[in-house]
């Protein structure tokens, strides 16, 4: 086991910020752990998802199954049905890095999901296989978070995994661990929708600071007995706009 863990979460296809993020990664000294959500929303996920890809195989670097990954997945599976809210919800600009601009305009939902579906077989067949969490040491890191009304938090269902809020937010953490999420912004945790710092409560550690809306990328290096360093950079491309 390596000494210390460096963990990302919620790029959404802001490349530039996961590469100023993984410039900090040590790969002699530190497990990466990816908490999901590389794509939708930022304008360049396909590099971010093929990157997330490359440090799993290069590095051994663990990364996480978050509800985005799940929706392009969900959206290859059933096109038809699931277009018109993965376009809403940040899938139009992953189809697009994946393919071309102007692409939903010249194919059927289901000719977009056959397209990606042959151009990138690795990568899709990657995205199936991701982890719902990891454990180490005292932590548990997981994309939303976990069912903590279960005895046991691994009883806790694929879809909780990837998408529980408010109630692992407000509920007593039993579980001996610390748990570290990313998928609800930390400005939304705070409660003020613009402290972008990380959000700490009840062994819970929430990392993902907003960056596709206008926020910041946390890399966060821990240790057996906690956080070493929050390394965080914001998004200087454009102002705060956490309703996109």
Do not use: C
Request: aromatic share 12%; hydrophobic share 35%; net charge negative.
């Amino acid at each position: 086991m390596k000494p210390y863990v460096y963990a990302i979460s919620d790029i959404h296809g802001m490349y530039d910020l996961f590469e100023k993020a993984i410039a900090n990664f040590d790969p002699q000294q530190h497990q990466l752990v990816l908490i999901g959500d590389l794509n939708d929303r930022g304008p360049r996920s396909k590099e971010s998802l093929l990157l997330g890809k490359k440090l799993v195989e290069d590095y051994g670097a663990v990364y996480l199954m978050g509800n985005h990954e799940e929706y392009l997945l969900d959206f290859l599976k059933s096109p038809e049905e699931v277009s018109p809210m993965y376009q809403y919800n940040g899938g139009k600009q992953t189809v697009e890095s994946l393919l071309h601009k102007g692409v939903w305009e010249e194919y059927s939902p289901t000719e977009i999901a056959m397209l990606i579906r042959s151009r990138y077989k690795d990568l899709v067949a990657f995205l199936q296989e991701r982890p719902l969490y990891y454990e180490w040491g005292p932590y548990v890191f997981v994309h939303a978070g976990v069912d903590l009304t279960k005895k046991d938090w691994h009883q806790t269902s694929a879809h909780d995994f990837v998408w529980i809020r408010e109630a692992f937010h407000r509920a007593k953490n039993h579980t001996g661990k610390t748990i570290v999420f990313g998928h609800t912004i930390t400005p939304a945790l705070h409660g003020d929708m613009q402290t972008t710092d990380l959000w700490q409560s009840d062994h819970k550690i929430g990392i993902d600071g907003g960056a596709v809306f206008g926020g910041s990328i946390h890399g966060v290096i821990f240790d057996k007995d906690g956080i070493l360093q929050d390394i965080e950079y914001q998004n200087l491309q454009g102002p705060w706009q956490p309703d996109i």
